[in-house]
């Protein structure tokens, strides 16, 4: 029985894999945002920027499953000149952050604690 709670049914496991893809999905959003200014630049009133942020808000609940976080992302980026924020990203930082368990696997017991070794004995003189 392990300290976390059991994952409830229809929740999404956020693998490595799925963390990277979703990652990438949101710096390539963001990027594309900010390279392509001109036509995103109407905010909501762009449909190209809609689409857009559809398809990345689907994509990311997807492969994260819903965040909270999603949701001010989605609703900045209707304000015209804000695309230029990164939101996509920060909002997959803040949800992946820490979703994985270190690399090593969880921390075993505590080892037996190893004692320094004696320093050796003094030089006569």
Known sequence: MGLLPPTPPGTVV????RIRAARAIAMLADLAQ???????????LSPA???LDVGVGIALSWLLG?????????LSE????????PTWTAAVWYVTSGALPPAGGPPGPPSARVEPASPPPALKG
């Open 14 to 17: 956020a693998t490595a894999a």
């Open 34 to 44: 900010i390279v392509v200014f001109p036509a995103f630049s109407q905010g909501g």
């Open 49 to 51: 920027n809609d689409a």
């Open 66 to 74: 819903w965040h909270w976080a999603f949701l001010p992302s989605f």
């Open 78 to 85: 209707l304000i015209p000149i804000w695309d230029l924020v």
